[in-house]
């Protein structure tokens, strides 16, 4: 069996948490159908993907969710899946996560083009925004209950779900199903020293 094919069977043990009471209606579908797209989009990335990316999957995808304290900063990467690619890792921005009350961590990417603000809870549940600009138009709160189109071009502001996973000290995710924009899978790759 080849690492990557190891790594294909080990997503059958990763899933989103079992409550997302948080999140809007309009996201709910792509919600509980997030394991069955990260499957499906991971299978195609490794029978079609560039070598390079499919290598920063697999270390993305290496580990098992731990008992969470992700405060402090990161480097962080975002690799696409599905959609106008099969799969593309982009370069590392950085990302700050800041606890705010217990159990509740904010998460922003605060370098690159594409940012994102939201919020962890205990558990892993991840809502929050993903924006083009310097600041997003509004916060995944405000975003209308059944509305999934972005917030004007300008400052274009998508809402984003997930759940986060923090394998070891220095190692976590932020897997996003059915993004709104461009791909069908995210998944964000938090790495520290």
């Keep these: ?72 900063e990161w480097n962080c990467r975002t690799i696409k899946m599905g959609g106008v690619t099969v799969i593309t890792a982009y370069r590392n921005f950085k990302c700050t996560i800041t606890k705010t009350e217990e159990g509740v961590w904010s998460l922003e990417k605060t370098t690159g083009s594409q940012r994102a603000k939201g919020t962890i809870r205990t558990g892993g549940l991840y809502t929050g925004v993903g924006f083009v600009g310097d600041a997003p138009s509004r916060t995944y709160e405000e975003t209308p209950p059944d509305d999934n189109t972005p917030a004007g071009s300008a400052d274009q502001t998508v809402p984003v779900i997930g759940w986060f996973e923090q394998m070891d000290t220095n190692r976590a995710r932020l897997m ?18």
């Design 1 to 72: 069996m080849t690492r990557f094919s190891l790594t294909l069977a080990a997503l059958v043990c990763v899933g989103a948490p079992a409550q997302a009471d948080d999140v809007r209606p309009a996201d709910i579908q792509r919600w509980e159908d997030g394991i069955f797209i990260l499957q499906r989009v991971v299978t195609d990335a490794l029978k079609g993907g560039d070598a390079a990316a499919i290598e920063v999957l697999v270390e993305a995808m290496r580990g098992t969710a731990a008992e969470l304290d992700p405060e402090g």
């Design 176 to 193: 996003q199903p059915d993004p709104v924009l461009e791909s069908e899978f995210d998944v964000l790759y938090l790495t520290r020293e």
